[in-house]
T-cell receptor, first 113, second 111 residues
Framework: EAGVTQFPSHSVIEKGQTVTLRCDPISGHDNLYWYRRVMGKEIKFLLH????????ESGMPNNRFLAERTGGTYSTLKVQPAELEDSGVYFCASSPEVGSPLHFGNGTRLTVT | QKEVEQNSGPLSVPEGAIASLNCTYSDRVSQSFFWYRQYSGKSPELIMSIYSNGDKEDGRFTAQLNKASQYVSLLIRDSQPSDSATYLCAVMRNSNYQLIWGAGTKLIIKP
């Protein structure tokens, strides 16, 4: 069984530019989550999809962040325009059922300069 | 007060000894608790999940939960150098199934 895959693994962009992160969950997992860890801080929840629907997006920091999951398969997280404080590691995770343990991807390390 | 607290460490344990990692949480109604291991530059990897008071054993790992004290721990027996990593405690909120994370404890197993 292929795990959660994320692309790219690293991204370095300048302030004001746009970046799109992609996540492919484990096949058959309806639940897809985005989490973020900024330097020196705990991992923080961003949002949760159930299939193609946003179940909970209370963790999204502001309207510069847009997540989509068209067709209920892979998901993208776009940051536009990027700011310095957006730097961190963005993790995607999936699970077969709500409340079951999450399986994480390797993350995308985003650096905004 | 943070919702999930862990000692950041580093915790240094000799090879072959028992490593004891601790976590406290503030949400009294939480029901689901997880321990993840994270190697540097890698993703969090699920080690144990625990939902009921008491001990849960899986190989060299034992998770312990005490809901009255709002305390969850992870014991690693016969510690190996490959166990050296950051161990993250995560608590799932009942209301919205969000995982609330501790900052992690860095564990170093000395050969």
């Amino acid at each position: 069984e292929a795990g959660v895959t994320q692309f790219p693994s690293h991204s370095v962009i300048e302030k004001g530019q746009t970046v799109t992160l992609r996540c492919d969950p484990i096949s058959g997992h309806d639940n897809l989550y985005w989490y973020r860890r900024v330097m020196g801080k705990e991992i923080k929840f961003l949002l949760h999809f159930v299939k193609e629907s946003k179940q909970d997006e209370s963790g999204m920091p502001n309207n510069r962040f847009l997540a989509e999951r068209t067709g209920g398969t892979y998901s993208t997280l776009k940051v536009q325009p990027a700011e310095l404080e957006d730097s961190g590691v963005y993790f995607c995770a999936s699970s077969p059922e709500v409340g079951s343990p999450l399986h994480f991807g390797n993350g995308t390390r985003l650096t905004v300069t | 007060q943070k919702e999930v607290e862990q000692n950041s460490g580093p915790l240094s344990v000799p090879e072959g000894a028992i490593a004891s990692l601790n976590c406290t949480y503030s949400d009294r109604v939480s029901q689901s608790f997880f321990w993840y291991r994270q190697y540097s530059g890698k993703s969090p990897e699920l080690i144990m999940s625990i939902y009921s008071n008491g001990d849960k054993e899986d190989g060299r790992f034992t998770a312990q939960l005490n809901k009255a004290s709002q305390y969850v721990s992870l014991l690693i027996r016969d510690s190996q150098p490959s166990d050296s990593a950051t161990y993250l405690c995560a608590v799932m909120r009942n209301s919205n199934y969000q995982l609330i994370w501790g900052a992690g404890t860095k564990l170093i197993i000395k050969p």
